[in-house]
C-alpha cells in the first residue's frame, strides 16, 4: 500500500520545496516530488523530519529510573506528541543496581518495541562526574571510571547503550573515551570542573561533544576559555543545547549559533514534571519543586527542564534569528548524526525512515507519522 502525503513546502536536505509530496511504502521514503497540477488537497502547511530526543529524563509524570512497566510507553507517546519520533531514554546518578535495572528495561522496549517514539537505546549521565558541577546529581554516589565496569554496563544493556557522559578530569579518562569508542558508544563531557586543556584532550581521544553546553560545567572565561570555550571552538565537538530561555540565556543560545550553528542538537533534558502542572516532583532521588514550568532543587539549583522539542525549535527562532529550517536541523538531522543514524533518520530523504510531522506556520505540532503510520495525538 503506497501513502502519499501533500505539503504547501517539504523541507529536505537541500532547503524547501513548494508544493511537494512524498511516497512512503512499508515505513519507508519511496519518493519526493511535486504535486500534479490540479490536485488541492493538502495534508500539511510544512511536512518534515519528526524531531529526535537524544537526552530525556522523563515526563507526563514517570521517570526513566521508575520500577513501573508502563513507564517507558507512557514517556514515548508523550514525546511523540511534541513531534520525537525517537528518543534515547537517559539515567541519572543513582545505585549501579539501579542502573542496571534500568538498563535492561531499556534493552527490552528497544528489542520489542512499543507504542510512539521509539526507543534507540540508552544515554547514562552519571555516575561518572565530579562534585564541582553536581547539577541535581547526588556527588555520594558519584563513581571513578573503570573500563570492565563500562563493558558491564554495555553488555547489560545488550549493546544498546548509546551514549556515556563523564567528566574528561577523572583519572582514567583518555583510555575510558578510546575504549568507549571502539565499542561504538558515544561519549559527551559534562558535570565536570575540567580545564580547556583537558577538554580538547577529551575531543583529542575520541569525545563526542558537551553534555547540555553551559550547565554544570567550566564557563567561558577569556583567560580560561573552559569546557565550553573548548566546545563552541572545536569543530569536532556537538553541542547539546536546553533552549528554554531558562537554562541558557538567549544571548548565549545566540553566541552557540555565532560559533557551532551546525553542531548544536537541541535536548530537553525533561525530567517527570514535563507536561505537568506545577508542583512537587522528584529527580535523582530527592524532592524539587516546579513553579511557572521551572524546576528547582531545596537550594535553588536547575533540576532538569520542562521543554519540549517543538518549543524549543521555536525558542531558538524566536531567540537567536535562525531560521526555521536551521532550527529544526538542530532537532533531527543533528542528533541523527550524532548518532550516526543518519543514512536512516534525521531528514526527509529517499530510503530513509518515514518519521513525519506537520506544522504549521507558527512551527506547531499538527500531526506526526511513524514509520508511516499517523500517531492519534
Not at 227 to 256: N, Q, S, Y
Amino acid at each position: 500500500m503506497t501513502q502519499v502525503l501533500r505539503a504547501k513546502r517539504l523541507l529536505t536536505e537541500q532547503g524547501w520545496l513548494d508544493d511537494h509530496q512524498v511516497r512512503i511504502e512499508d515505513g519507508i521514503i519511496t519518493a519526493i516530488e511535486p504535486i500534479v497540477s490540479g490536485i488541492m488537497v493538502r495534508d500539511a502547511e510544512l511536512l518534515c523530519p519528526a524531531y529526535i530526543d537524544t537526552h530525556v529524563h522523563g515526563g507526563a509524570g514517570v521517570d526513566v529510573m521508575d520500577d513501573a512497566p508502563d513507564t517507558l510507553d507512557k514517556l514515548a507517546m508523550h514525546k511523540a506528541r511534541e513531534g520525537v519520533a525517537s528518543w534515547l531514554p537517559t539515567t541519572v546518578t543513582a545505585p549501579l543496581p539501579d542502573i542496571h535495572r534500568v538498563l535492561k528495561r531499556i534493552a527490552r522496549h528497544y528489542y520489542s518495541g512499543g507504542p510512539g517514539a521509539q526507543v534507540l537505546g540508552s544515554y547514562l549521565e552519571g555516575p561518572y562526574f565530579t562534585p564541582q558541577n553536581k547539577g541535581a546529581h547526588p556527588p555520594e554516589l558519584f563513581r571513578e571510571l573503570d573500563l570492565s565496569e563500562l563493558d558491564e554496563l554495555i553488555a547489560i544493556s545488550q549493546q544498546t547503550l548509546r551514549v556515556v557522559a563523564l567528566a574528561p578530569e577523572k583519572t582514567g579518562a583518555l583510555q575510558t573515551i578510546k575504549h568507549l569508542k571502539q565499542r561504538n558508544v558515544r561519549v559527551m563531557l559534562g558535570h565536570s570542573a575540567a580545564t580547556w586543556e583537558q577538554t580538547r584532550a577529551a575531543f583529542d581521544a575520541g569525545a563526542d561533544g558537551l553534555v547540555h553546553c553551559y550547565n554544570g560545567m567550566t564557563g567561558l572565561h577569556h583567560r580560561e576559555p573552559g569546557m565550553v570555550g573548548a566546545g563552541l571552538t572545536d569543530p569536532r565537538a556537538w553541542l547539546e543545547l536546553i533552549a528554554d530561555g531558562h537554562h541558557v540565556h538567549p544571548a548565549a543560545m545566540k553566541l552557540c549559533c555565532c560559533c557551532a550553528k551546525d553542531r548544536l542538537v537541541l535536548i530537553t533534558d525533561a525530567m517527570q514534571a514535563a507536561g505537568m502542572p506545577d508542583g512537587r516532583y522528584t529527580l535523582c532521588g530527592e524532592e524539587v519543586e516546579m513553579r511557572s514550568g521551572i524546576v528547582r532543587t531545596a537550594s535553588g539549583g536547575l533540576a532538569g527542564s520542562t521543554l519540549s522539542v517543538d518549543a524549543a525549535v521555536r525558542n531558538m527562532v524566536e531567540f537567536t534569528g535562525i531560521t526555521a529550517e536551521e532550527a529544526i536541523r538542530m532537532a533531527s538531522l543533528h542528533p541523527a548524526r550524532l548518532l550516526g543514524i543518519d543514512r536512516q533518520r534525521g531528514s526527509l530523504a529517499v530510503g530513509k525512515c518515514a518519521d513525519i510531522i506537520a506544522l504549521n506556520s507558527g512551527l506547531h505540532m499538527q500531526q506526526i507519522w511513524i514509520q508511516g503510520q499517523a500517531l492519534p495525538l
